[in-house]
């Protein structure tokens, strides 16, 4: 179907981005990659009033690095993090992860920034930043202020952003040397979206577990980081017996919807495997680099 | 109503659009460049491909008030005067199409692939992935990625050989007599 009519703006800065959203808050819609909200649109489901293209607003493009952190401008793309070439094991996970959102024409368009906008619960962008508690910075009329990953994600397409908000950037901590990443993921077709998909982040020190992220995708009606399963690899020695442990962990930690063609103990079975198959690499990884140097 | 300048295949071209108005029916309705063919209009299918500034995006997902100032290519601008592009060549010859419809598609997502990835081909599960972004429901893909090696091939500048190729029989089709 053709979207309803709207009107369409296009401003140059996000000064005037922010006072447009302020003049027209709940039946404005910002556009960034389009990906998403563009289909919304023409199944009329979303029906703005008026769109403001964020596209040629200067300043939201490109990866800034500072020595503990990585921003995402709200204009990188998915296709940007597929190449994604700076020297932290971040720019790594951004890589195994680019290729499973979507195909390479939705990639040359959609954001990072979007799809935490959008909050997909079986996104990927969504379940890495809620491993790694990245910080959504937004800017609305009243000034600039920073929501954590944990606070951002309230439900199904929905967030702790305000209607007259602009989301600006994302920040992501560095992961630094050391740090072994993987992902995987499980989805019916190739077209799918995910069923299920897991992130990992894993420090050893002394051969035992200093830091462990994992975030699990479609494993509830929002993001989740399975703070549980990290706790009860914390400290130990990464082998089977606490890696099988975790991943049980992580599976009961997740909250599952039933969908037709995943009853919620399937669903909890796959999460338990792609964590436990993700754990196991990972920290082999680390393993074989801790001897490296 | 909006008044854009954009530059089609080459060529300036001004349009009055809604803001509504996808950059495929712009394409279509407006500029009369029917190659571009829609299937779903929901960024699946892809047969709605076509170039924006250089990159393969989904035409039904793209407003055309957003490809004002900027560069579309489309199938229509691919051969040079009567003489066809190599990848439209190798389609022909590697029947990598049978009722077309897609065909438009594939040759934009692979013109903006080959361009960025001129070895595309030599890596089977990139190329793989790569056309796993379009859907064609008669070919069952397999003509489709030995035109796209065919393409890349003679991009590159080098010599193919298509009767090689097709009696390796990857889809059990001897020589092309079909
Ligand atoms: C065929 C297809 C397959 C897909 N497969 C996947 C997949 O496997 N995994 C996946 O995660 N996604 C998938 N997607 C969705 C894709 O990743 C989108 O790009 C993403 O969900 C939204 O990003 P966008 O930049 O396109 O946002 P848009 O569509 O422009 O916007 C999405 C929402 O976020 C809001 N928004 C966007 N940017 C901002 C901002 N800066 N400030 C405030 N609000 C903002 C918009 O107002 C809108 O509500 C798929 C899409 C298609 C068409
Ligand atoms: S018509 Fe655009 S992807 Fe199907
Ligand atoms: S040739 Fe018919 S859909 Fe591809």
């Known amino acids: 179907m053709k979207p309803a009519y709207f009107d ?60 503990a952190s990585a921003r995402l401008g709200a204009l990188v ?44 619960p079986a996104a990927e962008w969504c ?36 209607p007259d908000e602009l989301v600006t950037g994302v920040r992501l901590p560095r992961l630094g040397p050391g740090t072994a990443v993987r992902f995987a993921e499980h989805r019916r077709t190739h077209a799918s979206f995910a069923l299920a998909a ?11 577990v200093a830091w462990v992220r994992i975030g699990l995708a479609n494993a509830a009606d929002v993001p989740l980081r399975a ?53 196991t690499e990972a920290a082999e990884a680390a393993a074989a680099e801790a001897a490296n140097r | 109503m909006t008044d854009i300048e954009l530059t ?23 500029l009369g460049l029917t190659g571009t063919t829609l299937g779903c209009e929901h960024g699946v299918c892809g047969s709605c491909t076509v170039l924006l500034d250089g990159a393969a995006v989904r035409a039904c997902l793209t407003l055309a008030v957003q490809a004002a100032g900027h560069e579309v290519r489309t199938v229509e601008g691919l051969a040079d005067g009567d003489r066809l592009h190599p990848l439209q060549e190798a ?25 960025a990835e001129p070895e595309l081909d030599r890596d089977e599960r990139r190329l793989d992935q790569v056309l796993a972004s379009n859907l064609c429901r008669c070919t069952g893909y397999v003509g489709i990625r030995r035109a796209a090696a065919h393409a890349a091939a003679r991009l590159r500048g080098e010599a193919y050989d298509d009767r090689e190729a097709d009696e390796d029989g990857e889809d059990g089709v001897p020589g092309g007599s079909v």
């Open chain 1, 127 to 162: 379940a890495l930043a809620a491993a790694l508690n990245a910080e959504v910075e937004l800017r609305g009329p009243y000034g600039e202020r920073r929501v954590p990953a944990g606070a951002w994600f309230l439900g199904p397409f929905t967030t702790a952003r305000l």
């Open chain 2, 91 to 115: 389609f022909a010859a590697e029947h990598a199409l049978q009722c077309g419809f897609c065909t438009p598609g594939f040759l934009m997502l692979l013109a903006g692939a080959l361009a």
């Open chain 2, 8 to 30: 089609v295949n080459g060529e300036p071209r001004r349009a009055t659009v809604e803001p509504r108005t996808s950059l495929a029916d712009l394409l279509r309705d407006g």
């Open chain 1, 227 to 279: 703070v549980e399963a990290e706790a009860v690899l914390i400290g130990e020695r990464a082998g089977p017996g606490p890696i099988a442990e975790a991943a049980e962990v992580a599976g009961t930690e997740a909250d599952p919807v039933e969908e037709p063609y995943a009853s919620v103990p399937y669903r909890r079975h796959v999460l338990r495997t792609l964590v436990r198959r993700c754990l």
């Open chain 1, 198 to 208: 897991v992130v990992v982040a894993v420090r050893l020190a002394a051969e035992r």
């Open chain 1, 77 to 120: 793309r998915h296709a940007d993090l597929e190449r994604a070439r700076f020297a932290d094991p971040l720019a790594a996970l951004f890589r195994l992860v680019a290729p499973n959102v979507a195909h390479p024409p939705i990639r040359a368009r959609g954001t990072f920034a979007g799809s935490l906008a959008w909050a997909h």
């Open chain 1, 8 to 67: 369409y703006v296009a401003p140059p800065s996000v000064a005037e981005t922010v006072s447009l959203l302020g003049e027209h808050g709940t039946e404005a819609s910002v556009l960034a990659g389009g990906q998403s909200l563009l289909i919304e649109m023409r199944y009329r489901r979303r029906r703005p009033a008026i769109l403001i293209d964020v596209n040629r607003v200067a300043g939201l493009s490109g990866i800034a690095l500072d020595p």
